[in-house]
């Protein structure tokens, strides 16, 4: 038997205005007022949640594939349908924004706009519908009482990395490939390389990013990635920390390919069924609970108390941490107490995480 969701007053209400404004543009199409239904004008009925997927889409295994597992959990526990839609290649602000209100208009809710990338076009769609709630995951400027802002601390699950790579490191140089040079990746690449430094003054960070703009492919083009991760390996890197979305995949087939380290992120790479190849040689990856947090606020709708502002998700409480999967981990002489020691320093706040380089 399917498990039904629980139904709270408020959420009752939701349905009920949904079902009302429904019915109220049908009345329009009878009489000949209008030939569509208009913003505002839900389908009856309830989808559930809906999420637009950031560049590079589903099968990045990374930050997407992510998000998705948040979706198909909710699936599973709420029993609606769910939607998951995907980017269009060169696509404008114009055309996220339609995605996020076509969803709303056809009754989803909450919609969540995977990435920064959304910023603008969830406050667009959100003064639009003001009666769906809308996430969007890596952003806080979005300030509206029906949007929730699903935010990590990135800078600690790096510095953990950080850790870990210093601790693997032979040649006493590692590199970090950032797909896209903007604020958000900044965070990573300056909690790893504080991470490699606190833990050997010695080792040299290499530093690159693929790409100034996000639409100039710097999260979705392995190719760029598997060049800047044989650069970085030319000059003495054997270890190499990518925060790049799907050019992410082209790093770690790099580094195993030379039989050097390299350190996933967002998901746990060496699970992913894409990188199997490659598994080996991915020591740990620098996660963040974006299912988690998506998850979390297909929850608070259902529960009638939908999320809203700020919900930042750090080490504390899981939201963002590093793996042990690869047996290596546990290996390498020092890597695992150092990086539990971190762990316990940063939740008790003897060591503060910067957010810029």
Known sequence: MRRMP?????????RCSRTAVAVAALALLATGCGGTSGEGAGEQGDKGMAIAFDIGGQGDQSFNDAAYAGLEKARAEFGYKGEAVEPKDGESDADKVQRLKQLARQGYDPVVGIGFI?????????????????????????????????????????????VAAAKASKSKSVGFVGGVDV?????????????????????????????????????????????AAEAQIEK????????????????????????KWAIGVDSDQYKQKALGAYKEYIL???TKDVGGAVFALA?????????SGEQRFSLEEGGVGVTESNPKFGEIPGLKAAV??????????????????
């Open 6 to 14: 629980r139904i709270t007053q408020s959420r009752v209400t939701r």
């Open 236 to 259: 003495g890197a054997d270890v190499i920390y990518q925060a790049a979305g799907l050019s992410g995949q082209g790093v770690v087939e790099a580094a195993a390919k030379e039989k």
């Open 183 to 227: 604020p958000l990746i900044h965070k990573f690449e300056a909690g790893f390389a504080q991470g490699v430094k606190d833990t050997d003054p010695k080792v040299k960070v290499i530093t690159q990013y693929l790409t100034e703009t996000a639409e100039e492919g710097g999260f979705s083009s392995p190719d760029k990635g598997k060049a």
């Open 284 to 286: 740990t990856s620098a």
């Open 340 to 357: 539990d020691q971190a762990k316990k320093d940063i939740v008790a706040g003897k060591i503060k995480v910067a957010t810029t380089p």
């Open 299 to 307: 929850k608070s709708v259902e529960d009638g108390k939908p999320l």
């Open 118 to 162: 959304y910023a603008n076009a969830t406050k667009e769609a959100a003064e639009a519908y003001p009666d769906t709630t809308f996430g969007i995951v890596d952003d806080s400027t979005v300030k509206a009482k029906n949007v929730a802002s699903l935010v990590f601390n990135e800078e600690q699950g790096s510095y953990l990395a950080g």
